[in-house]
Structures are given as C-alpha cells and as structure tokens.
C-alpha cells in the first residue's frame, strides 16, 4: 500500500521510531512522582507513615544533618512553620543519609543546637529514613535537601531539589490551598 | 544568602560537630587540623587528606567525603567513606577521586576507631574546589536533551535510507 508514492510500512516504522525514542529518551533522569506512601522513623522510635499526614497539606524535607544547605533549609522551614496553621500546613523533616551513618541521635543534637545556639526551636516532625534508605532512593536519590509539597490527597504538588527560600515555597503552598 | 543568616548556621554547625569533641577527648586521642591537598582542587581531581591524630593509636581511621553544589543548594547523597592509612607516627593520609562533576565544594569528616567504638573529629574541612579546567562542570552528561535528539535524528537517517532503498527496489 502506498500514501502519494510512499510505501505505509516505513512511514510506519519511522512513525514508531520517533514516538519511542521520544518518550523513552531521558528516561534516566525521570523520578517517582506518584506521592507513594512510606514509613519513617519518628525520634521517639515510632513507626508513621506519610499517610498518617494526608488530609493536611504535607511539606516533606528530605534532609541530612551533614548538609549545609539543609541548615540553611531549617530557616525557611521556620518561616512555613510560623506562618501558617498546622491545621492546614504539616512540615516533615526527614533524614534521608542514615545509610550513610546519620542516627537520631545526630538529628536531635542538630535540633538541640538550633535551640541552644540561635534560640530557634524547630517544632515540627523530625525522623529518619531506614537503615535500607527507601525513602531517599524514592525521593532523594539526586541529593539533599529535596523538598515535596503534597496536596491534602497525598498527591505530589511540586518538587524542587536543592535549598529553596521560604517565598518560592510560600507561592506553592498557597496554589495547592486554593487548590484544595 | 545573608550574613547574619550565615553566621547563624555556622554557629549551630560548629555545635553539632562540636559536641563531639568531649566524646573524642575522654579516649584520649586528639585530632589535629584536616588538611587538604592541593589547596583548591578541581572536582572530579584526585585528591590528598591528611590528618594528625595523637593520644593513641586507633585501630582504624576513616574519612567522609561529602560532596555539595553551593550554587544550587545540594549535597549529593554519594558519600565517600575512605580508609585512612597511617603515613608516619600519628598522621593518616587517604587518596580520594571526587565523583561530581558539578560539585563546588566538599565536607570532610574524620572518625577514628578507638577500643571499639568509633570517634568523630571534633573539626572538619570545607574546601572550596576550583573551576574544571574546561570551564564548563556537567553539563549533564548522557542526560542532556541535546543527547536524545541525536538518537532522534539518528533513527529518522536510518529510516529515510530504508525508505529510499524500498522505493528503489
């Protein structure tokens, strides 16, 4: 069969070719964005799940305590924390290096030292990934911090790898709001 | 970022790492100063850390390798843990090849294993590292969209040649 002197077969095969290399190409780079639930260990040893959380908007901090840039992450964080209610806004620290050695201990002397040193109490959820490093292979497999902001469902709002200031978050937290 | 903000987070910094110094102490072992060489190095260079450590002789000594991008924020979750070896009475020296091409500083972190248990350095070392001689850092590598359109491209050659081929016969 041909279309205008050109044979069906290779139209379609090119057809093929374009549309896989379009949609597999970069593949490497793609990461999880279906909001999957996970479990974290809280500081007092408990087991949550990020589920535990939906129905809030949930800001998820995938950190490390030996990450500068997520010290400065914990500013920003503040700012979220201080300006909005807790009945709408959940702010999830999460230590994402425990396979490379980090321990609650680690991030509680870290939560200390903001208290003591700046007198800046970081009075939201802290925890720790597991010894296996689930939720960073998942959701911070590029570096820390990453952050994750996830709409009252549970479903992934916006993402952003690397530090990011309290008023690019902000803007986020306020679409996904109004969103819900 | 501002100062004051700077000041702030080294404070609280220095308080972290520094409550381990007491821990470290009580062994008996004393870290010296980390020490990088060369001075500024390139990412992805090889490079040479050197520590003193007296008051004992640990049984094993290793150094963390954090590699961290200040222009975007990130530390990569690529961690070198590195056996140290000991060079001369009291000082350790390990050989480390950075892994990031975009990286534009690293941390050091040093722990000696002493009766045990594992002692964290007090002190630890930011060095800055120094343009890639190119100019250019990652440009992403096989990642890069510019990579994918030549596979494009490629297929499109291959099969434009197949359809004249076939029109031919």
């Known amino acids: 069969m041909t279309i205008s002197g050109i044979k069906k077969k290779p139209v379609l095969i090119l057809v093929f070719l374009f549309f896989f290399l379009t949609v597999f190409a970069g593949c490497t780079e793609q990461k999880s964005n279906t909001g999957e639930d996970f479990v974290f260990k809280s500081l007092d040893g408990e087991a949550k799940h990020l589920s535990d959380f939906y129905g809030k908007v949930i800001v998820l901090d995938c950190m490390a305590v030996n990450c500068q840039p997520c010290m400065y992450q914990m500013l920003e964080l503040k700012k979220i924390s201080e300006n909005y209610s807790k009945n709408d806004v959940i702010i999830l620290s999460v230590d994402v290096w425990v396979s490379s050695g980090e321990t609650a201990s680690m991030l509680q002397d870290m939560i200390d030292a903001f208290k003591n040193q700046i007198n800046l109490t970081l009075d939201w959820t802290f925890g720790l990934d597991g010894l296996n490093g689930t939720i960073q292979k998942t959701y911070a497999s590029t570096g820390v911090p990453t952050l994750y902001i996830f709409d009252k469902k549970g479903n992934i709002y916006y993402s952003h790898v690397g530090y990011e200031p309290y008023t690019d978050l902000a803007v986020k937290i306020d679409e996904v709001i109004i969103k819900n | ?169």
Request: proline residues 4%; glycine residues 10%; aromatic residues 6%.
């Open chain 2, 1 to 169: 970022m501002k100062n004051g903000k700077k000041l702030m987070i080294c404070a609280v910094i220095f308080s972290i790492f520094g409550a381990t110094i007491c821990s470290a102490v009580n062994t008996g072992l004393t870290f010296g100063e980390i020490s990088v060489s060369p001075l500024s190095p390139a990412a992805q260079s090889t490079i040479t850390i050197s520590i003193p450590i007296n008051g004992g002789t640990p049984s094993e000594v290793r150094v963390k390798i954090e590699e961290c991008n200040g222009r975007t924020g990130i530390c990569y979750p690529k961690i070198q843990n590195v056996s140290m070896s000991l060079v001369s009475v009291g000082n350790y020296q390990a050989k480390v090849t950075l892994i990031h091409t975009d990286a534009t500083y690293i941390n050091c972190t040093i722990a000696a294993k002493m009766n045990g248990t594992w002692m964290p350095s007090a002190k630890w070392k930011v060095v800055n590292l120094s343009e890639n001689s190119n100019g250019n850092g990652d440009n992403g590598g096989n990642k890069t969209p510019g990579f994918d359109v030549v596979l494009i491209v490629i297929a499109i050659g291959i099969s434009l040649i197949m359809i004249r081929r076939k029109r031919e016969k």
